[in-house]
């Protein structure tokens, strides 16, 4: 007994960084772990930013580039940049060293809007999780606050080599067109737009269809970064009051979606793991998909004002 409270202890005193669950992670305690003298139990850091030439010009060291875009692609009706199919994204996460038995890192560039890099970081966060990786945490501020530490940057390459997945993916993350369709208007369930009001008012010149799903509130993703960095999120307790009064609450059975599913991955990443709210999947079809199925009959509503402002 004494033995087993001793590691209960030990294992309530670890830091958040290396406990093995989904989350955000210091600079200082990122370089800490890259550090690491054995470098068996060094994390495994995954630089996610859309453009290659970001990483050569420099890059958290022992970074290995994986692109976010890499992970979709254009599927067999024609709706572009959907998930890929299952052993496309598993042989993708392999080579870029995704690892069941090892720490992740992911990280991109903060800056101020319209700046949004973060959204390439969460959304690969939501497929590593998808696939069954637990052990993940994005590096709060990126490499804007890594370099604002006096952390150097390298440009030096870097391969993690072939990684190992977890058996077991997880089916709790994502939701489809019919999931979304059964969860709008029932009682305790929200269906959340991340996206810029102005799209979900149908004020863009980006989409096929202009609006947004009926039923849906607008809670844009940036109302959960620092200003000064995108890639920095809030504390959950300077956003507490904001998603209450939007009613995005943890006692809710929550869906959040957005154009492509990037800007709604961010906000399920908040709600799910920094928030702790339990019930929060992703649309991963998206608005992009949604305003093409069933030969563009979906309907879609615009008009609408930021909810919980």
Known sequence: MKLQAFIL???IALP??????IGIISCADAKALIENPDASKRPIVLDT??????YFRGHIPTAQHLEFDTLRGTDSIGVPVQYLPDDLTKALLI?????KDRLHLVFATGDVLPNDEILSSTMVVHVLEKFGVKNVKIVDGGLAEWKKQGFAATQEYFSNGPGHLPEETDKTTAANIKDVQAHVGKPGNVLVDARPINEFQGDDIVWLRKGHIPGAISFHWARLMEKDNTHKFKPFSETKAELEKAGITPDKNIICYCGTSREGSLLRFYLKHVAGYP???????????????????????????????
Request: glycine share 16%; aromatic share 10%.
């Open 9 to 11: 202890s030990a294992l």
């Open 16 to 21: 958040l960084s290396i406990r093995a669950e």
């Open 49 to 54: 930013r859309g453009g290659y030439k970001d």
């Open 95 to 99: 080579r870029a060293g995704v690892d």
């Open 279 to 309: 019930n929060v999947r992703l649309y991963e079809g998206a608005w992009k998909e949604y305003v093409w199925l069933e030969g563009k009959s979906l309907p879609a509503e615009t008009g609408g004002e930021p909810a919980g402002k």
